[in-house]
Every structure is written in C-alpha cells, then in structure tokens.
C-alpha cells in the first residue's frame, strides 16, 4: 500500500525534483544509455516501482530484452559496450558510496568515455535516479502491472 504521494504533500519540493529529472532528459545521454542507468540503479537500490517503469521504457524504445534481463549481471556478458560498462560501472560507485571512495581508475576509465560535459551529464542523470529511488522506495511507490504486455507499467 503506498504511503505517501510526495507530489501532493510537498509539491513544491517535488517539482524542483521534477527540473532535474527535465534536465537529464534533455541532456546528451542515448535514451538506451540513460535507460540502463536508471535501471541498474534501481535495481542496487531495489525500487520496484523505477525497475518496473524503466524496464517498460527500455524495451518500448528498442533495448533487446536480452540485455534488459541481463543488465544485473553485466560485466558477465559481451551485450554491452565499453561506453555503456563505463556507465554502469560508474553508476555502481555513484549509486554504493558506502562501499568507499570512487578510485582515480574508475574516474579515468568513464572519463575516457564521456568527457567533460558528458561525464556532468551521466553523474547528474545517477544523481536523480537515486533521489527517484527515494522516494519510491520509502513511500511504497505502488506497482502496477500490465495484463496486456505483462510489463510493468
């Protein structure tokens, strides 16, 4: 049962969250690649209700349902490209701060891949999936599931 619908008790809070949510849309970020991060961090921070929307989104937008299924456990799999590892890895070390600092290595391999801006742009996008995460998460984000596609919706 959800607890609480944040967007009714605290609009004004939920709609910056909102601008931030606008403004990683509008980014540079592929939507497969932004897909996978929320996805990946939704799944470290088991939010049902983000795993069952991004699933859904991944897919309508031509993701394989191979690499969706799979996503957990990406580094065991040759489905993902180096740009799109250097994502999940980082969105791994951004989304788990409490496993220790995030290592110059790390840092240099995801830089080499998205540079400057869009290095700003990937942890920005982590960023707000996190805060997504906790909200739902709290406040029992209710699941809806579709009969037609037997995807969450």
Known sequence: MERMKVEEVAPEVYKALMGLEQAVQASAIDK???HLVKLRASQINGCAF???????EALRDGDHPDRVALLGGWRETDLFTAKEQAALAWTEAVTN???????????KRTEAEFPGRALADLTLLIIAINAWNRVA??????????Q????AA
Do not use: Q
Not at 98 to 105: A, L, P, R
Not at 137 to 146: A, D, G, L
Not at 148 to 151: C, E, F, H, N, Q
């Open 97 to 107: 701060l409490n496993t220790g600092h995030i290592g110059d290595d790390l840092y």
């Open 148 to 151: 037609k596609m037997g995807a």
């Open 50 to 56: 983000c795993m069952a929307m991004h699933t859904k």
């Open 137 to 146: 998460v709290p406040f029992h984000k209710k699941v809806v599931i579709s």
């Open 32 to 34: 497969t690649l932004l």
